[in-house]
Structures are given as structure tokens and as C-alpha cells.
């Protein structure tokens, strides 16, 4: 699966910005997707997750409530809203591939997008 990150940026604290990561390669509704972030000095962190079908998704507490993962199989395409930004929010975002079944984590991801950046001023 090749996986190519799009959107990111600069936004100010309390705006949105979105994120989309298309896939290609393999049959996309087969993989779980997961939305992963690290900043400077500071390990890789689990953001949000989203099962094959769209129907269930997941989230670290620190973005519960603020982030939505969503993925359109038809388009090969997961995406990632993230509302009422944060400026610890800033990071180099990447999405991954988990094939179903198997436990999406920082450490257990099949396939990795290259990141994009999002900057949340203050």
C-alpha cells in the first residue's frame, strides 16, 4: 500500500484544519487506518484510528472530542478534521495501514505515509 498525505499547515489556536491520506496498491477497505504525530524531541504518539468499513474509530484522549477520523472507501481516502486546534497540536502527522484484525500502534503499522506538517500558533 502506498500512502500519500496531503492538507496540514499553519492555523491559529481554535481553528480547523484537515488532513487527507489517499491510498493505493492494495484493497484499501482491508486495512485499518491510523492517523499518528510526533513533535520535536518527542516520541511518535497514536492520534486516531479508523476500522476498515468507517464504522468504528478511535482516539487518544488528548484530541477526543476535537479530532474526527473518517475514510471514503471509494476514494481510497482517510482523512482526519481537527477542530478547536491546540498549540501542542503541532506536529509532523502521518497516516499508516494495519491490515484488519492486527492491533494498530505506534510500533505495529504495515505501512506508513510520509508526514505532513500542522503548526498551531498561539
Known amino acids: 500500500v502506498q500512502l500519500q498525505a496531503s492538507g496540514g499547515g499553519l492555523a491559529q489556536a481554535g481553528n480547523s484544519l484537515g488532513l487527507s491520506c489517499a491510498a493505493s496498491g492494495r484493497t484499501f477497505s482491508n486495512y485499518g487506518m491510523g492517523w499518528f504525530r510526533q513533535s520535536p524531541g518527542k516520541e511518535r504518539e497514536f492520534v486516531a484510528a479508523?476500522?476498515?468499513?468507517?464504522?468504528?474509530?478511535n482516539y487518544a484522549d488528548s484530541v477526543k472530542g476535537r479530532f474526527t477520523a473518517s475514510r471514503d472507501n471509494a476514494k481510497n481516502t482517510v482523512y482526519l478534521q481537527m477542530n478547536s486546534l491546540k498549540p501542542e497540536d503541532t506536529a509532523v502527522y502521518c497516516c499508516?495501514?494495519?491490515?484488519?484484525?492486527?492491533?494498530?500502534?505506534?510500533?505495529?503499522?504495515?505501512?506508513w505515509g510520509q508526514g505532513t506538517q500542522v503548526t498551531v500558533s498561539s
Open positions: 499508516a495501514a494495519r491490515i484488519l484484525y492486527r492491533p494498530l500502534t505506534t510500533t505495529q503499522v504495515d505501512y
Open positions: 479508523v476500522s476498515g468499513s468507517g464504522g468504528s474509530t
